[in-house]
């Protein structure tokens, strides 16, 4: 196994991971030759333990990489630290930015939050975070505002960069352009929309066997808020586990895992249409 992926706090919701789930994290780390942490919500950093964990996950010299919600770095003068925290431990952040304008932003994310954004990211760029040499990396995720595929990644980069440069002295190293998954929410919105039936049609339509071969689900293990393991956080969604009798983190076991069967469902189209969608971007 190459990656795992600890779901640390989910943001509105009252589930939360406690120590003695992470410490289990810690225990399968300490067992196997697992390169990186990809630590993901709603918000890890609310999570109480999570500037532990880190520091212990760090301390095995493991990568670690936090899916970051931007707004909470200046929501609180509690999280103000962040970025230096970040790079104190050479923490990877990845953060959605739905679009370099204000408008399109805030009209899917809310009032205010493109803002937000632009402050927390020339916080993360001032202490050297997507700054050319510094070795501390950022990166940016789009996801399209609609029943349709994302562009081209490279493009989209390009734009991103030149227009955040141009506009706020904004950098960052690389774009991620994930397609929206038929699941939770974005579900909820297909259904209400009555855009479902159409945007399968357009993922089925749109399979690449060359995109499916790099998805998450195979070289990333999901461990769910209460140490159940997935395929993938959108498997974690559906509560979909693993095809194994390793089903939680206590009784991790690479060689085990390593054997399963990956659990697919319809939603699965969504990572394997087009240039491919994982939680690095593209994958054709």
């Excluded at 600890?6 to 992470?22: H, N």
């Excluded at 709603?42 to 760090?58: C, Y």
């Excluded at 632009?118 to 997507?130: C, E, F």
Aim: include cysteine.
């Amino acid at each position: 196994m190459s990656g795992q992926s600890s779901y640390l706090y989910p943001r509105y919701r009252k589930e939360i991971m406690t120590r003695e789930t992470m410490q289990y994290c810690l225990d399968a780390l300490a067992q196997t030759d697992i390169s990186t942490v990809d630590l993901t919500g709603g918000a890890p950093e609310m999570n109480p333990d999570f500037r532990w964990f880190v520091e212990e996950v760090s301390k095995l010299g493991r990568k670690v990489l936090v899916r970051c919600n931007l707004t909470i770095i200046v929501a609180n003068k509690k999280y103000h630290d962040l970025p230096e925290f970040f790079k104190r431990h050479g923490v990877e952040v990845v953060s959605s930015l739905p679009f370099y304008s204000a408008d399109k932003t805030d009209r899917q994310r809310g009032d205010g939050v493109f803002a937000d954004s632009i402050r927390a990211l020339k916080m993360l760029n001032a202490v050297g975070y997507g700054q050319q040499g510094s070795g501390l990396v950022l990166n940016l995720v789009y996801n399209p505002a609609g029943a349709f595929l994302p562009g081209g990644q490279k493009g989209l980069q390009e734009q991103f960069k030149r227009v955040l440069l141009k506009d706020h002295g904004i950098v960052f190293n690389e774009l991620f352009a994930i397609t929206n998954i038929p699941v939770s929410r974005y579900l909820d919105y297909l259904i209400e929309s009555g855009n479902y039936a159409g945007y399968m049609e357009k993922l089925v339509n749109a399979f690449n066997p060359t995109a499916a071969a790099g998805v998450m689900c195979r070289n990333t293990i999901s461990v769910g808020w209460d140490g159940g393991l997935y395929d993938c956080d959108f498997n974690q969604m559906l509560d979909l586990h693993v095809a194994s009798p390793v089903r939680h983190i206590r009784d991790f076991d690479a060689a085990t895992l390593s054997q399963r069967a990956i659990v697919v469902n319809q939603h699965c189209y969504g990572c394997t249409a087009g240039s491919g969608s994982s939680c690095g971007g593209t994958t054709a």
